[in-house]
């Protein structure tokens, strides 16, 4: 069975940093691309960053590049997403997702078929 469990959200102030990780297991880890996005309630799930699976290729959601990183252990079938300058509007739930591919990326979340139950990152102003 395919699992995806996120952690490392919190509440925070503005400017300040967090890290969220996503543990994978049920699958072999390094053979697909992953993602995360996030979402606020009434809102569509929007992308924020995703990495192919040796972590070679990166690609960023415009309003987060400069101040996310994603990053991936496949020794530790790990994926992070180290977020910096963290702004009121980055308060959402972030959800990790598995690529249907190992090398496409994309920001369409239909292009992921297995998604976390995602960790609420709150960012008070």
């Known amino acids: 069975e395919v699992q995806l469990v996120e952690s490392g959200g919190g509440l925070v102030q503005s400017g300040e940093s967090l890290r969220l990780s996503c543990a994978a297991s049920?699958?072999?880890?390094?053979?697909?691309?992953m993602g995360w996005f996030r979402q606020v309630p009434g809102k569509e799930r929007e992308f924020v960053a995703a990495i192919t699976w040796l972590g070679r290729t990166t690609y960023y959601a415009d309003s987060m590049k400069g101040r996310v990183t994603i990053s991936r252990d496949n020794t530790k079938t790990t994926l992070n997403l180290q977020m910096n300058s963290l702004k009121p509007d980055d308060a959402a739930v972030y959800y990790c997702?598995?690529?249907?591919?190992?090398?496409?990326?994309?920001?369409?979340?239909?292009?992921?078929?297995?998604w976390g139950q995602g960790t609420q990152v709150t960012v008070s102003s």
């Open positions: 997702a598995r690529g249907r591919s190992a090398s496409v990326i994309t920001a369409r979340p239909e292009d992921y078929d297995y």
């Open positions: 049920g699958f072999t880890f390094s053979r697909y691309a």
